[in-house]
């Protein structure tokens, strides 16, 4: 497997002052939407960050729209949007995106996830003309159905380079999936980490939220499915607030289980130590009022909200699942758990709350590892050098 760091110095200067005077590049995103959601905040990180003057991109969504569509189209970026029926299953959908490609002709297409990859992939063979196809695989659970596994393996055989977000997702590809080493490279996701620690009003903000503005904050940004493990996160809080009996946990995000970890909140006696935000677009601000970050996860790809958290100087307790080692250096920036495990959750957390000096010594280190290896500038320049090798 190739690294993002060895793609992101090979040859770039060469390659860059051979296009100068050449035509842009024709570059495709496509994703199932742009809804607020990891893999979505990836393909508007790297509309804001890929380089312009050399590619000229647009998206594909295979669903609808969403709510980062606007944000890519104030770049000047358009965003089109090819709709499927939700209640059938359309086999054929790969003919509609090959209509696509033929009216508009693309030289990469960069697909993320499964039926982006059917789709793009199969359009992009029936048209012809396309010189180089990427696919990034975001976060999935290993093993997959094997109807998914399957149809990366037979088209893995098309696609230039398959993309993996972190050590463990690319290492799944190959164990499971049984994709060649040589087709794989990590590029690991970025973020663009500037308002992150813009000046706030922090009692104002706590105010807002309804958190007392001396109580200690727990929290984290997640869509809220069984994916993110925050039925573990509820069970751990009554140990913690024995520890701590002011604290507050916030959880902003909203998602199909949403009523139940409610419920579960009550069931347990935290209710009303637990604020449910809903979505929210002002997470950098949030941030800022956090004492510890908590992902409890049951599996990850590599997660936005880390190398945000990170960004924002946030001390981390996290599980050791999928990506999560790569952003979460235990004992650096914040501590693993294992996955299921509340007492572990709780005992990490309660020692981070009450070890201010450690808090802060984790944030310094998250940002700084954060610049050096998480920015989207990064993760753009990695991603330009699997675009240029045959564009």
Same mark, same amino acid.
């Given at each position: ?23 842009? #590049?024709?570059?495709?995103?496509i ?21 312009r003057?050399?590619f ?20 000047? #970026?358009?965003?089109?949007v090819?709709p ?11 003919? /509609? ?35 180089t #196809? ?9 093993p ?26 690319? /290492? ?40 007392p503005?001396s ?56 209710g ?7 979505p ?10 956090f ?18 958290a990170?960004?924002?100087?946030c001390? #981390? ?12 250096r ?5 501590y ?23 808090r ?24 330009e ?6 564009a």
């Amino acid at each position: 497997m190739t690294s993002s760091t060895a793609l992101a110095n090979a040859d770039r200067t060469d390659r860059r002052s051979s296009r100068s005077s050449a035509p842009k #590049i024709r570059l495709l995103q496509i994703t199932h939407d742009l809804a607020i959601g990891g893999l979505q905040q990836v393909v508007v990180n790297l509309c804001r960050t890929l380089n312009r003057s050399i590619f000229d991109i647009e998206v594909l969504c295979l669903r609808a729209p969403g709510e980062f569509a606007p944000e890519i189209e104030r770049l000047g #970026i358009p965003v089109t949007v090819l709709p499927q029926n939700p209640r059938h299953t359309d086999y054929f959908s790969f003919l /509609k995106v090959a209509k696509f490609l033929r009216d508009r002709k693309f030289d990469v297409i960069h697909t993320h996830n499964t039926q982006p990859l059917v789709d793009g992939t199969l359009g992009g063979l029936l048209v012809g003309g396309v010189r180089t #196809i990427v696919h990034t695989d975001h976060a999935r659970q290993f093993p997959d159905k094997r109807r998914y596994m399957f149809a990366e393996w037979v088209l893995s055989h098309w696609v230039y380079r398959i993309v993996g977000v972190s050590n463990e997702t690319s /290492k799944n590809l190959v164990d499971y999936e049984k994709i060649s080493p040589k087709k794989i490279v990590t590029i690991r996701n970025g973020v663009v980490g500037d308002t992150f620690q813009r000046p706030i009003n922090k009692f104002a903000k706590r105010a807002e939220l309804g958190i007392p503005s001396s109580a200690p904050v727990i929290g984290l940004a997640a869509r809220l499915t069984e994916q993110k493990g925050l039925t573990f996160l509820l069970q751990a809080l009554p140990a913690v607030l024995r520890a701590q009996r002011d604290l507050r946990l916030v959880i902003a995000g909203d998602g199909p289980l949403r009523r139940n970890l409610e419920e579960e909140a009550q069931r347990v006696g935290v209710g009303s130590h637990v604020h449910f935000l809903g979505p929210r677009t002002d997470m950098p601000d949030i941030l800022q009022l956090f004492d510890v970050y908590v992902l409890p996860s049951i599996w990850e790809g590599l997660p936005m909200v880390l190398l945000e958290a990170m960004a924002a100087g946030c001390p #981390i307790v996290a599980t050791n699942v999928g990506g999560n080692p790569d952003a979460v250096r235990d004992g650096y920036n914040g501590y693993l758990v294992p996955a299921r495990d509340p007492d572990a959750l709780a005992t990490r957390v309660i020692g981070l709350l009450s070890d201010r000096r450690q808090r802060e010594e984790f944030g310094r280190n998250g940002r700084t590892l954060f610049d050096r290896e998480f920015s989207a500038a990064i993760m753009a320049r990695s991603y330009e050098q699997l675009y240029l090798r045959h564009a």
